[in-house]
């Protein structure tokens, strides 16, 4: 098992290396980049890390190495399923596609809670960032 631990922290770290160069490449020198490799539990990780970090958004893919085992892990995946439950700030899954991801249409579902008015602001704050076109209310 040390072995098999010593190995994936290796390649970790050369998956890290090679995204923080492609950050600081697209960010330029005024970024700050913070690369880190964990093992253990990925969504508690990732919780721990966003709260430790006081990170105002996780961005994070829908499906990874956990297996399935019932329908709302089957859409989401079981990590990201976890960390969108558990998280201190918003978390915006991506799916794996081979185009780019824009965010020139925004869908915002509402309901009749109060974080609704939150979730309309974060709507509009990301429709400028991004220069959307088209946000939908529902």
Do not use: W
């Not at 390649?11 to 960010?27: T, Y």
């Not at 990925?42 to 499906?63: C, K, R, S, W």
């Not at 859409?75 to 918003?90: K, M, W």
Request: one cysteine or more; aromatic letters at 8%.
């Amino acid at each position: 098992i040390a072995e098999m631990t010593k190995s994936i922290r290796e390649e970790s770290e050369v998956q890290l290396a090679k995204f923080r160069a492609i950050a600081e490449k697209e960010l330029g020198p005024d970024t700050r980049i913070h690369t880190a490799s964990h093992l253990g539990s990925p969504y508690g990780t990732i919780v721990e890390q966003a709260q430790l970090g006081n990170f105002d958004l996780i961005v994070m893919g829908t499906h990874g190495a956990s297996s399935i085992t019932n329908f709302e892990k089957f859409l989401l995946g079981s990590n990201s399923y976890r960390t969108v439950f558990s998280a201190p700030c918003p978390v915006i899954t991506v799916r794996e596609s081979n185009k780019k991801v824009e965010f020139k249409k925004i869908v915002l579902p509402l309901d009749l809670t109060k974080v609704t008015e939150q979730k309309v602001d974060l709507a509009i704050d990301l429709a400028k960032q991004f220069g959307s076109t088209k946000i939908s209310y529902g």
